[in-house]
T-cell receptor, first 119, second 110 residues
Framework: EAGVAQSPRYKIIEKRQSVAFWCNPI?????LYWYQQILGQGPKLLIQ????????DSQLPKDRFSAERLKGVDSTLKIQPAKLEDSAVYLC?????????????????FGPGTRLTVL | RKEVEQDPGPFNVPEGATVAFNCTYS??????FFWYRQDCRKEPKLLMS???SGNEDGRFTAQLNRASQYISLLIRDSKLSDSATYLC???????????FGAGTRLFVKA
């Protein structure tokens, strides 16, 4: 089974430039997540999609970050304009969220990430 | 209280040792929990899921204490290859938002 695909793997840009990341989740996974992971910290959820609808984007800096998941499959995350503090690894994950009784099963599987450096 | 807190580490242990990490959470309604392993410059990989009182897989045991609101990860007979960062994950109420802990770094030495 193919895993979560992300591109590019690395990106170096100057501050105030724009950048976009792409993610292709595992086939059949309805839930897609974008995380930001700064060195030495755990992943921070930026946005979560259920099919093509947004479930949570409370931690997405909406003045500069945007994300979309057209047709409920692939997703793109954009930063415009980038700041120095955006330097991080951007991880995409997907899960086959299912509800059984009171328990939500949503094991997430991660892509390799995009390492962004803003100079 | 933070939503998810982990032992800060790092833990430095010899091969063959038993080591345990704790993770406390604030949302008492959480029903499912996860431990992920993350190697340096790699993505997190699912290690164990915990849906009831605990789970065991070979040398790894995860236990859930709902009364005290923490989960633990026990690694027996540590191997050099166990050296990694271990991330605790707790969903919020309803399970639709996941919160990662900051991770605990483990170094296993020969």
């Amino acid at each position: 089974e193919a895993g979560v695909a992300q591109s590019p793997r690395y990106k170096i840009i100057e501050k105030r430039q724009s950048v976009a990341f792409w993610c292709n989740p595992i086939s059949g996974h309805a839930t897609l997540y974008w995380y930001q992971q700064i060195l030495g910290q755990g992943p921070k959820l930026l946005i979560q999609f259920q099919n093509n609808g947004v479930v949570d984007d409370s931690q997405l800096p909406k003045d500069r970050f945007s994300a979309e998941r057209l047709k409920g499959v692939d997703s793109t995350l954009k930063i415009q304009p980038a700041k120095l503090e955006d330097s991080a690894v951007y991880l995409c994950a997907s899960s086959l969220t299912r509800l059984a009784g009171e328990i939500t099963y949503n094991e997430q599987f991660f892509g390799p990430g995009t390492r962004l450096t803003v100079l | 209280r933070k939503e998810v807190e982990q032992d800060p580490g790092p833990f430095n242990v010899p091969e063959g040792a038993t080591v345990a990490f704790n993770c406390t959470y604030s949302n008492s309604a959480s029903q499912s929990f996860f431990w992920y392993r993350q190697d340096c410059r790699k993505e997190p990989k699912l290690l164990m899921s915990v849906y009831s009182s605990g789970n065991e897989d070979g040398r790894f045991t995860a236990q859930l204490n709902r009364a005290s609101q923490y989960i633990s990860l026990l690694i027996r007979d540590s191997k050099l290859s166990d050296s990694a960062t271990y991330l605790c994950v707790v969903p919020n109420t309803g399970g639709f938002k996941t919160i990662f802990g900051a991770g605990t770094r483990l170094f296993v030495k020969a």
